[in-house]
């Protein structure tokens, strides 16, 4: 990394930028909703419930999971309220919490094709 001298400080720059910076606690969890959406058998998860509400059943043969390993991925992504879940009969079935985990993949997924 090069070294950059200082020569002159922009204060009203600095100032701008504390002023409007969050609290630690919000930086914490926008970092821990990041590192849940990091594990690409969590998006492949999040990516079928964008197309369909889907029992977990349905979501094994999609996804060419085991049970047990599929109900620890939601189980988690359940604690992120990332999905959310309801019962019929024997089967639960789960879908996205909000809209805002589709916009926010679908950007990710928009930078990651952008060719530079």
Known sequence: MEHCEIIETHPQLIENVKNNQFEHSTYDNMSNLL???SDPTRLK????LFMHEL???????????SQSA??????NL?????VTSRREGKNIYYS????HIKVLFNMVYEHVLETV
Not at 70 to 75: C, E, G, K, P, T
């Open 96 to 99: 996205l919490n909000d809209d």
């Open 45 to 48: 998860i999040l990516h079928a």
């Open 35 to 37: 590192k849940m959406m």
């Open 55 to 65: 029992c977990v059943c349905d979501m094994q043969a999609c996804l060419n999971m």
């Open 78 to 82: 359940k604690l992120a309220r990332l």
């Open 70 to 75: 599929l109900s620890h991925q939601l189980s």
